[in-house]
């Protein structure tokens, strides 16, 4: 009887182990994953920022009159929304 609880016991011991490895496995590729999701949002919110800054610079050297002023200040809105993203 003994001998067979203590079975039970190291094979509980083992499965409990292992489960924690995988435990602390997962959590290890969660904080890389956030991580790395953080810094591709950084990178194409930079994009978008650049990409808004230089279109809203062409468009104030093409377009002329009162709908380029409209155009440059939609362009300034929706900048300040990313800028505040």
Known sequence: MLIMDFTKLKKLAEISWIKNVVAESMDAQVDSNY???????????????EVL?????????????????????????????????
């Not at 991580?35 to 920022?49: D, F, L, Y």
């Open 35 to 49: 991580r790395k999701c953080g810094t591709a949002i950084e990178e194409e919110i930079s994009t978008i920022k």
């Open 53 to 85: 800054r230089n279109g809203s610079e062409n468009v104030a050297s093409s377009v002329k009159g009162q709908y380029g002023n409209k155009v440059r200040e939609t362009i300034k809105v929706e900048s300040e929304k990313v800028n505040n993203f």
